[in-house]
């Protein structure tokens, strides 16, 4: 009967957590980056809603069309498109994502002119 680990089991031991370790590290990356992303696909989709908000009320009287930067990584662009009586807001904001990829959000509402 033997006490103890020979050095053999503990180097073997140590490469299996070291494996373990680097899949968690792997495993935290990508779930930040995924985390970073959410974040500016709920901010973006705020920005849209907001400004849908904002043209639904006035479509009717001043219908418009327009872009803009904002906070330097979103880029809106709206427009009004007038269908009879019928006014569609549609307001879309591309943001980066990850490995100079982009993503975006596309928010329409309509409202009924009298």
Same mark, same amino acid.
């Given at each position: 009967?033997?006490?103890?680990?020979?050095?053999?089991?503990?180097?073997?031991?140590?490469?299996?957590?070291?494996? !373990?370790?680097?899949?968690?590290?792997?495993?935290?990356?990508?779930?930040?980056?995924?985390? !970073?992303? *959410?974040?500016?696909?709920? #901010?973006?989709?705020?920005? *849209?809603?907001? $400004?849908?908000?904002?043209?639904?009320?006035?479509?009717?009287?001043?219908?418009?069309? !327009?872009?803009?930067?904002?906070?330097?990584?979103?880029?809106?662009?709206?427009? =009004?498109?007038? #269908?009879?009586?019928?006014? =569609? =807001? =549609?307001?879309?904001?591309?943001?980066?994502?990850?490995?100079?990829? $982009?993503?975006?959000?596309?928010?329409?509402?309509?409202?009924?002119?009298?």
């Amino acid at each position: 009967m033997r006490n103890g680990f020979t050095l053999i089991e503990t180097l073997v031991a140590l490469v299996i957590f070291e494996f !373990g370790m680097l899949a968690v590290v792997a495993t935290s990356a990508a779930t930040a980056r995924d985390l !970073g992303i *959410a974040r500016r696909r709920a #901010h973006a989709l705020a920005l *849209a809603r907001e $400004r849908v908000g904002s043209l639904t009320a006035t479509a009717c009287a001043f219908p418009e069309t !327009g872009s803009r930067l904002v906070i330097g990584t979103f880029q809106e662009t709206w427009r =009004v498109e007038i #269908h009879d009586r019928r006014r =569609v =807001v =549609v307001d879309s904001i591309a943001f980066p994502v990850a490995r100079g990829r $982009r993503a975006g959000v596309v928010v329409r509402a309509s409202a009924i002119c009298p």
